[in-house]
């Protein structure tokens, strides 16, 4: 009964996701866009992911602007000395998404815009943005998103 209930909890989700293990991708279009092609990659940015001495925890950078239908590389970088994540989606589907790995922090992923890391290990997502607006970026190991490691990415037609 409780992995019916967690079934269907997670089927609702426009993220989907598993209570341990990892799940496969198979996204394709989302609100965000779509895995990009690397060979059309236009610009490459780097993040890093760390921990500050006074608790917070923080991407930097963590405000992107880029343009609609842009292929870009996310270089991402866990400096930390914690697990950390890069999550790419719109802000619902973020909280949504949040909200489960609340209930199940040891939940794995294998979502083309996401990455988990340990620290010191480094990872990329490659990205075709193909809406314009405003998307958020999240760490949603429990407590992160909290402790300040989320920031936007601006898509604009200019």
């Not at 895995?35 to 006074?54: A, H, L």
């Not at 973020?94 to 909200?99: L, N, R, S």
Request: charged share 25%; proline share 5%.
């Amino acid at each position: 009964m409780r992995i019916a209930i967690l079934g269907l909890l997670l089927a609702t989700l426009a993220t989907p996701a598993l209570a341990s293990g990892s799940h496969a991708g198979g996204h394709g279009e989302m609100a965000v866009g779509e895995p990009g092609d690397k060979s059309k990659v236009t610009q490459t940015i780097r993040v890093s992911m760390k921990e500050t001495p006074d608790g917070k925890m923080i991407f930097t950078p963590n405000d992107f602007k880029v343009r609609k239908a842009q292929t870009v590389r996310f270089i991402i970088k866990n400096e930390g000395e914690l697990d950390h994540e890069f999550v790419l989606d719109q802000e619902d589907k973020v909280m949504e998404h949040k909200a489960v790995m609340e209930k199940f922090p040891d939940m794995e992923h294998d979502d083309p815009n996401a990455v988990r890391l340990k620290p010191g290990k480094s990872g990329e997502i490659v990205w075709k943005f193909t809406n314009d607006g405003v998307f958020k970026i999240a760490c949603l190991v429990p407590g992160h998103y909290d402790a300040g490691m989320h920031g936007d990415v601006t898509v604009a037609n200019k």
